[in-house]
Structures are given as C-alpha cells and as structure tokens.
C-alpha cells in the first residue's frame, strides 16, 4: 500500500511521523525512541507498540552511522564495512550507509539507495517487506556530504 507522510528526526534514537489519510488528516502518529514505535490513531489512541532491533536506526535514516563501539572495522568497496555486537553496516566513502545487515528473529535488512534529494530504503524484515522513499527537505547528512554510491 501508498501512504503520504511526513517524518521528523530529532537525534540517532528519536522521531516523529504521520501517516495522512484523505483531505491530508494524520491517519495514524508514530513515535520511535530509542527502538519502541509507538503507533497511535487519529485521536491520540495507542494503536501497536513494536520494537526495533536497533535503537539509533533513526540516525542511519538522516546518513549518520550507530555512535556506539564497534568489534571490527574494515575497507569494502570504496567505503567501510563495520561490524557491531546486533550486526553489519556498509557505507559509503562518506560513512552514510549503503546496506544495514541486523542480526535476530527475524533478521532486518535494509538498503539505502539516495537520487538527488531523494533516499529509498528497501527494509526486509524477515518475510516482510517495506519499501520507504523519503524526500529530504531539510538537515540530516544525505544534503550535506557528496553521495558515492
């Protein structure tokens, strides 16, 4: 399904985002802090609460990678590839990300395609699939620093 939307991210673990339905009302609110998504309705109403296996998801989304320890850091393909305790992050010679590999039950993959102002994230998690494109307005690193894909 095609949903119109808007998304604000605030640091590596907090955001906010409406889902809009016809006539441009919030349908649904999300809230995602440190890896919970909280899913309200229209009237403020918890709707689901989810978990994300990886609580600075968020900062990935705006191209900055996890400010956490990593075990194992390493040159792969004109960028990195960074091995944490959850999984495994390719970047790109800029360090915004380019594959996100997280380890769990299910495990997430994600890959981050960037066209202009314009990023896709194709999320695998588990047999699920989301494909989310994002048109950046303002902030975040993906404007800021040249893109290498």
Known sequence: MSFEGALS????EHGFAQVY???GLA???VDVTQG???LLD???RLAGRYSIPLDQFLGLMAGAPPDMRYLWRSSFDGG???TYTWGTLATNGNLLPRELYVRGDPP???RFIQDG???TLLMNLGSDRLRLTLDVIAGGRWMSQPFTN
Not at 9 to 12: A, H, Q, V
């Open 9 to 12: 991210i605030n640091s590596r």
């Open 21 to 23: 339905g016809p006539g």
């Open 27 to 29: 349908a649904y609110s």
């Open 36 to 38: 919970e998504v909280r």
């Open 42 to 44: 229209m009237w403020g």
């Open 80 to 82: 990195e590839s960074i």
């Open 108 to 110: 997430l993959d994600v």
């Open 117 to 119: 102002k314009t990023i």
